[in-house]
């Protein structure tokens, strides 16, 4: 299992797309975030007293999930675009084994480059918005680091669920589209569903899944860990589909 997380972390820094994705998430991820935070003022002035700044300073999340889902997708669709998983699965006949190591590599990463996000995304984002004669929050007010941390771990859930799409679907812009319509056509359109759906909307990212990344109590999501583990338990489900399709189908 080692030499197989240590093939696969060598794959995946020997790709530009790698460090292109990566730099890209840095500089839109935190530009939004500068965006965001230079126009506190008026979104301090909408939200009243359920004002959130450790909130606002996060909202590059939106996005940087987006980008960080192509990282994860990449893991495996830029194997099956090439005809590299032919070789890497002769060489590793345990198709499991595999697909463990590049969920490892990713997950890795995904933490690593989405906490770091998380972290400087807060630096940046609260003297901007104290500069504006808004509320601020600091690290060591309540819930302030556990919503940075949150924020970390939130991003690195999707890369793994790009993954496990990835995995199933074999193709770069079939796993990307349907990640698209997770993150972002679902919770567009969550008003439309029947009631008996809403319970599911609780662990669904971008909303449920995200509510931990907040300081200020949303009556609606009480439990906000609950909330992102639930996502947590979503994504192990969509890469046990992952892991048995592509020990049963051919490469």
């Known amino acids: 299992m080692s030499r197989a997380i240590v093939a696969e972390w060598i794959k995946l820094r020997s790709l530009r797309s790698t460090w292109y ?5 840095f500089v839109v991820g935190l530009g939004i975030t500068t965006l965001a935070s230079n126009s ?3 979104a301090y002035a909408d939200a009243g007293a359920g004002w959130d700044p450790t909130a606002h300073s996060l909202t590059a999340y939106i996005v940087a999930q987006l980008i960080i889902g192509v990282l994860g997708t990449l893991v495996v669709t830029s194997e099956f675009a090439t005809g590299l998983m032919r070789t890497t699965l002769t060489v590793t006949p345990r198709r499991h084994r595999v697909l463990a190591a590049k969920v490892a590599i990713a997950a890795a990463v995904a933490v690593v480059a989405g906490q770091v996000l998380m972290v400087a995304a807060f630096l940046i984002g609260q003297p901007l918005i104290d500069r504006q004669g808004v509320p601020n929050a600091g690290l060591g007010d309540p819930g302030v680091l556990r919503a940075v941390l949150a924020g970390g771990l939130y991003l690195a859930l999707i890369a793994l669920l790009a993954v496990g799409l990835g995995t199933i679907m074999r193709a770069t812009a079939g796993a990307l589209v349907t ?13 439309l569903f029947p009631s008996w759906m809403k319970g599911m909307l609780d662990f669904w990212p971008t909303i449920g899944g995200a509510a931990a990344l907040a300081t200020v109590p949303n009556p609606d999501f009480p439990h906000p860990w609950w909330n992102l583990a639930g996502l947590g338990l979503g994504v192990a489900g969509v890469l046990a589909v992952a892991f048995v399709l592509l020990r049963r189908r051919d490469v």
């Open 40 to 42: 506190a003022r008026e």
């Open 21 to 25: 994705t990566l730099a890209c998430l």
């Open 179 to 191: 990640l698209v319509g997770i993150i972002f056509l679902v919770p567009a359109l969550a008003g």
